[in-house]
């Protein structure tokens, strides 16, 4: 039983003490592939030197976070694009909008976004989005850019049935993580309304842990607690839930 954890910063400073270790657990629990998102420039050489330890399980995203798009954002969608036209990248993510903690930089957080969605489709790669508090700048721009070549993630999905709905609608699969095994997280209530066809398992690690561990460090291994509420969700079997969103995540990243 192969899974797949779609959304994982396995080089986060979080890992700095224990990194292989985590990574092994993950591989004993049956996560066999980790797709790595994007921050910004000064995590580049950090993923780099994970794909080099773990070559066949490691695929990266290229990308500039919404959060650390500020003054210096032109140069940082340069490092972007200069990364691109040296090797392969997997996605464009993470990209979108975040105005949980401030909304000085929107302008710019639109731009980027926009900018990196045409990088996406210039060289036939899906994208990765990140929206916190954002669902309507975010679909504003998804819909100036919908289209056959517009395809990708909908990271770490928190919103409506609706809203679920629309993001299908653009040509993204829902990145479904801890936020499902919590008591509020809602999502459990209608998820099993979308097709398992639009669902792939992320951890968001180190970040929002899955009950029982909210609120302690995010590992790759603990997907298997979002893969059993999955289960538990659609009623299927985890054997069954794991196989279909490994080829759905196969499907988005083109490996």
């Known amino acids: 039983m192969i899974i797949t954890d779609t959304h994982t910063h396995l080089y986060s400073e979080a890992f700095d003490a224990d990194r292989d270790e985590m990574i092994q657990r993950a591989i004993a629990a049956g996560v ?12 580049t050489q950090a993923m780099l030197e994970l794909e080099h330890s773990y070559p066949d399980r490691m695929y990266l995203m290229a990308g500039l976070h ?28 993470e990209i979108g909008i975040d105005l949980y903690w401030d909304r000085k930089f929107l302008k710019q957080q639109q731009q980027a976004f926009k900018r990196q969605i045409q990088l996406a ?7 990765v989005i990140h929206c916190r508090e954002a669902f309507d700048e975010v679909f504003e721009i998804l819909e100036s850019e919908k289209g056959d070549d517009l395809f990708g993630i909908f990271h770490c999905f928190t919103g409506t049935l609706e809203q679920a709905r629309q993001a299908v609608s653009y040509g993204m699969k829902l990145g479904i993580g801890g936020v499902l095994t919590f008591k509020n997280g809602k999502i459990d209530q209608f998820l099993n309304q979308i097709s398992l066809d639009s669902i792939v398992l992320e951890t968001d690690a180190p970040y929002l842990a899955p009950t029982p561990y909210r609120g302690k460090r995010n590992e790759s291994a ?6 059993e509420k999955i289960s538990e969700v659609y009623g299927l079997s985890e054997k069954d839930v794991a ?12 490996i």
Do not use: C, M, W
Request: hydrophobic share 40%.
């Open 222 to 227: 603990y997907l298997v607690k979002v893969l």
């Open 121 to 127: 489709k210039n060289h036939g790669l899906p994208i």
């Open 32 to 43: 066999e592939r980790f797709f790595i998102p994007a921050i910004d420039s000064s995590y």
């Open 243 to 254: 196989l279909k969103t490994t080829a759905n995540a196969t499907e988005i990243f083109r």
């Open 66 to 93: 919404p959060t650390h798009v500020k003054e210096n954002f032109e140069e940082e969608l340069a490092h972007v694009e200069a990364n691109l036209q040296q090797r392969r990248y997997y996605a464009i993510g």
